[in-house]
């Protein structure tokens, strides 16, 4: 696949600190949100733009200089790969640290494409773990207590979560302030939400009673068809302000950012997709009193 121009990095990185400045996505002030908000990005419906939002969200934050943490809990290792990662290598892996009881900070890759940006990738072993962990008694809440011992050093926590309902995605919600949730401007975009909001509400009554919904964000949304309209408007109807005013524009470049090992703010930066993320950062950042 042909990437089109070979600019530099330096070239690169400056033209980010220009589209980032114009685009107000990069605000630098005294006041900051409480270190360490976790937000897990989940929707039980694969397709619907959940690891592009974990890594480009994630980019755009720590271009924003918030210190920010991704982690791969999917055991397709999506997001590993999107970011240029080796999903079995000589860093534990997030299944390491829930089956084999690493310490997360082990795990933790640090700047990764950028000096704000830190993962905690995927391995093939993940696949397995919702079996190996089954007879744990405190099997939902693993994650979240890996979590408290490095909460402090980062100021978002970006946890990418399977496409189903099962134990990983309990852990995700369990160990979140936040779940956002994507969903795709396409005919069957709002059915299974029902379901996936029903295990929110179990998470907050027996687990997790902070959870939060951090909000909606209507992702692959083509202004030219009338079905997107309809679908962001059935969206903003159902979820009221909970939905984010940024929605992610379908975008090629988008698609094939991943297959680079790239966050589409390097791949592409002058990308539609690249300015959805970095509006949809600004708007997170403000949100959290960040001005």
């Known amino acids: 696949m042909a990437r089109g121009p070979h600019w530099s990095r330096s070239v690169v990185m400056t033209s980010i600190r220009y589209e980032v400045y114009a685009y107000g996505a990069c605000r630098y002030s005294e006041g900051r949100i409480d270190l360490g908000r976790v937000i897990a990005i989940a929707n039980q419906k694969g ?29 397709q290792g999506n997001a590993t790969s999107g970011f240029g990662l080796r999903k079995d290598g000589d860093v534990p892996s997030v299944y390491d640290c829930l089956v084999n009881g690493q310490p997360l900070q082990a795990a933790v890759r640090p700047e990764v494409h950028f000096p704000c940006l830190s993962v905690v990738s995927a391995s093939r072993d993940l696949t397995g773990a919702e079996v190996e962990l089954i007879d744990r008694s405190d099997r939902q809440r693993i994650l979240g207590r890996k979590i408290e011992a490095l909460r402090d050093d980062f100021e978002y926590i970006l946890i990418d979560s399977p496409p189903s309902l099962g134990l990983l995605t309990l852990n995700a919600l369990a160990a979140a302030d936040a779940v956002l949730i994507p969903i795709q401007c396409e005919f069957y975009a709002l059915e299974g939400l029902s379901q996936l909001l029903n295990t929110v509400r179990l998470v907050q009554r027996s687990i997790n009673p902070g959870l939060e919904i951090e909000g909606v964000l209507l992702t692959m949304y083509d202004s030219r068809l009338n079905l997107a309209k309809q679908v962001a408007a059935e969206a903003r109807e159902y979820f009221g302000g909970k939905v984010f005013d940024t929605m992610i524009p379908r975008n090629i470049r988008l698609a094939e950012a991943p297959s680079f090992g790239e966050p589409i703010a390097l791949y592409d930066v002058l990308s539609s997709g690249a300015r959805g993320y970095l509006s949809l950062a600004r708007e997170l950042i403000d949100r959290h009193g960040s001005s």
């Not at 969200?57 to 920010?68: K, V």
């Open 47 to 75: 397709g619907v733009g959940k690891t592009t939002t974990a890594i480009n969200l994630g980019a755009s934050l720590a271009i924003a200089e918030r210190n920010t943490l991704v982690i791969d809990c999917d055991p």
